[in-house]
């Protein structure tokens, strides 16, 4: 069982340095929090650098949190940024924490690097360092500070013993480093031996050994070609940042014809044999194994659709499965409903949709729910009324995960349609939300696992509309977040872990987190990657029409569940206008809302069709267009290619100053091949290599080597470039021991 860590309390300090005070805004009055009061803060007396205030800790203590107090309205001398150091002593401090405070009266709690490799270390100073005001040219304030951490020292003193040793070692290995790449060998050896720590995965020293002392290249690209094929990379790859790119996909016809050899005009007028048409509000699944994309429905800016079709991938064709389902036993005519697909059981589920009150009746309000059979192609009605078996009334905009491995399947949120001046419901002018519910499918029974509540306690959940919720296969959770109930936009975010029946939240939307949800407002249509362990998210239209003309962006957003940070992997600023650019247009979809999104998480692909670009000069325009979209970051192919040319670049380098007509042959037979002559920047800088041929041999020598042989030095440089690209517990440490050395 795992070591409960000691729960987080508030930590007492005193003010110790500081850079300068200005008149009676004394340094101590940050230990006092009174935010009515406009003299109770710090200032500098000038805002030119180093500008900084040391606390220290009554005795050691893990710091996991600062807060910083505000005063009760904006003021122009808070930081806009900051960053925050914290040690052992005033003079070896680490980076804790860079950030900024909202120009307002809230306080503010961040989260402060507390641990190294996972494990846990001290401090007893902690350094603030203002570096911008709100106001430009103002001098920094500080109204009021709060530490929060462990103070106890049966768990402080363990973690000071480690940082201790843990310190220690990094010196030695940075010596070692330092002695290694200026050939000390003697000294090298004796301290290994002496202190039996290493410098580096074994691994990487056989790489050393082959390229910095032996020169046998042919041998290090075996290496290097071992170490991608045993995904020694991934973690490189996935440090980098993703590029998207956007295809639009235009699909074959069903006479053979590719779609770009038929007139626009006669695809939008007659094509429907060939492909959906315009709408908004349809659902769509996808099929991984068999690479087939599901739409079902949808509102066409006039009526219902009752239409669904299957879109093969490999052939790239869409073909039209039902005009219309009713007619087969299926579900009528829909729009905001909701699909899911048991890809194992090949099934589709699907349920709820919206209706005009002017067609809401007890009989219409009833909740069918359906299941379509793929390769049976037919379809079966589970229930007439949910709620009438325990399971949700008749809802819209709400959202349903599959959990294929149980055979379950739950659906959380969206609004409950009345009739409107019905007696028995006293509450119509009050709109109802549904709450989370389970799908017993081999049972075929429901059960209600939270009802919709305010957030009083901490298992509860909020229920709301347009939201996000997708279902972890791996971690067996459900992620929330998003959504809108009534006028009240929501950015929390919480996972609800099916088995433990647990709600935990990841960010409830106050706090300036890194959890917290981006795009809050606008449309967002989110997918998991349980492999990968991240959500996607693609923010479009806000639906609020006074919100909309202006800030009209795309921007895609990744969630990394196991650092639990965002990041933005684009975002298109450009206001789109009534008639968008073509080149936009061509480029990437236009922002909308009520599209839809699907995933195929075994290729990495996302697909989007369709939805409301939200013209207010045409309400009633619905869009038709499909695209895929990729997310690329540099392949193990890539990186193995990169590596080569890299180590047969040096190579001709060396040659270059020995052998120049073998190095010619060399460059032009084998090293040639490793380079991407599509890429210009790369074909460039091939075609300034033989330069190389005319250089001497005093302009190769790296910055830092004029004490060793200069093959060794640049083959060094080499070793420690191919570094980079392994994972960091491999790795010889980070810096070089000449950087401490200060002037």
């Not at 041998?219 to 440090?239: H, M, P, T, W």
């Not at 830092?704 to 200069?710: A, L, T």
Request: proline residues 5%; charged residues 25%.
């Amino acid at each position: 069982m795992a070591a409960v860590v000691p729960e987080s309390r508030v930590l007492t300090f005193s003010v110790f340095k500081w850079s300068s005070y200005s008149s009676t805004y004394l340094p101590e009055n940050i230990l006092v929090d009174k935010p009515n009061d406009q003299s109770s803060r710090w200032s500098s007396e000038s805002n030119y650098p180093p500008q900084f205030l040391i606390l220290k800790l009554e005795r050691p203590a893990v710091v996991q949190s600062i807060t910083f107090g505000k005063y009760e309205k904006t003021h122009v001398c808070n930081l806009k940024k900051f960053k925050v150091f914290g040690g052992m002593s005033e003079e070896n401090m680490t980076e804790l924490l860079s950030s900024g405070l909202k120009n307002d009266y809230n306080k503010e709690t961040f989260t402060l690097k507390h641990k190294i490799d996972e494990q846990m270390f001290p401090c007893r100073f902690v350094k603030i360092v203002p570096l911008m005001s709100w106001g430009p040219s103002f001098n920094f304030s500080i109204w009021y500070i709060e530490l929060h951490g462990i103070e106890n020292p049966d768990v402080v003193q363990p973690c000071l013993n480690w940082y201790s040793k843990y310190r220690e070692q990094e010196a030695i290995r940075l010596c070692l480093k330092h002695f290694r790449q200026h050939n000390y060998t003697e000294a090298f050896e004796s301290l290994q031996k002496k202190t039996r720590i290493a410098l580096e995965h074994p691994m990487l020293t056989h790489l050393h050994d082959r390229l910095v002392l032996q020169g046998d290249f042919d041998a290090c690209e075996e290496l290097i070609d071992k170490a991608v094929r045993d995904g020694l990379f991934n973690q490189y790859i996935s440090q980098q940042e993703y590029k998207p790119r956007w295809t639009q996909i235009i699909p074959k016809c069903n006479k053979g014809t590719s779609a770009q050899e038929t007139n626009r005009d006669d695809i939008n007028s007659d094509g429907d044999d060939n492909r959906p048409g315009m709408r908004g509000g349809h659902q769509m699944v996808i099929d991984v194994q068999n690479e087939t994309v599901y739409l079902f429905g949808g509102w066409d800016g006039t009526q219902d659709l009752a239409d669904f079709w299957a879109y093969s991938v490999q052939e790239n064709q869409w073909s039209c499965i039902s005009r219309d389902t009713e007619k087969e036993n299926g579900p009528s005519a829909r729009s905001c409903h909701k699909m899911c697909i048991d890809s194992q059981r090949r099934q589709i589920y699907t349920l709820g949709r919206y209706l005009d009150s002017s067609v809401r009746n007890s009989k219409s309000l009833k909740s069918d729910f359906y299941r379509y059979d793929i390769d049976a192609n037919t379809w079966t009605l589970l229930s007439e009324d949910t709620s009438a078996d325990g399971g949700p009334k008749l809802v819209f905009d709400h959202q349903m995960c599959m959990d294929s491995e149980k055979h379950m399947i739950y659906t959380f949120g969206g609004r409950i349609l009345t009739c409107n001046g019905s007696v028995d419901d006293s509450r119509t002018s009050e709109p109802q939300f549904s709450g989370l519910f389970a799908y017993h499918c081999q049972a075929g029974t429901w059960s209600l696992l939270r009802e919709d509540s305010c957030n009083a306690g901490p298992e509860d959940v909020q229920s709301r509309i347009g939201h996000c919720m997708l279902f972890h296969t791996r971690n067996r959770c459900l992620y929330v977040f998003g959504g809108q109930r009534s006028k009240t936009y929501l950015n929390d975010f919480f996972s609800y872990d099916v088995d433990g029946d647990h709600v935990e939240i990841i960010s409830d939307g106050t706090k300036k987190d890194s959890g917290m949800v981006p795009m809050t407002g606008f449309t967002q249509r989110a997918t998991i990657d349980p492999e990968l362990n991240e959500i996607h998210v693609l923010s479009g239209l806000s639906k609020d029409k006074d919100k909309r003309e202006e800030n009209v962006r795309n921007s895609f957003w990744i969630y990394d569940i196991a650092r639990n940070n965002w990041s933005c992997v684009y975002k298109n600023d450009q206001a789109v206008k009534e008639n968008p650019s073509k080149a936009l247009q061509e480029e990437e979809p236009c922002p909308r809302f009520a599209h839809q999104l699907v995933y195929d998480e075994m290729h990495k692909v996302h697909y989007l069709f369709g939805g409301n670009p939200g013209k207010s000069c045409s309400p009633k325009m619905r869009l038709d267009d499909f695209w895929s979209l990729k997310l690329c970051r540099p392949s193990k192919e890539y990186l193995l290619r990169h590596c080569r040319y890299l180590i047969r670049k040096y190579r001709f380098e060396e040659k270059a100053q020995s052998e120049p007509l073998s190095a010619l042959k060399y460059l032009q037979n084998d090293l040639s091949l490793t380079v991407d002559h599509t890429d210009p920047d790369e074909t460039k800088e091939f075609q300034l290599l033989p330069s190389a041929l005319f250089k001497s041999s005093s302009d190769f020598i790296p910055l830092g080597f004029s004490d060793v042989d200069q093959t060794y030095a640049q083959r060094t440089q080499l070793f420690d470039t191919l570094v980079n690209f392994f994972p960091d517990s491999m790795t010889p440490p980070k810096g070089n021991l000449v950087d401490l050395i200060m002037l």
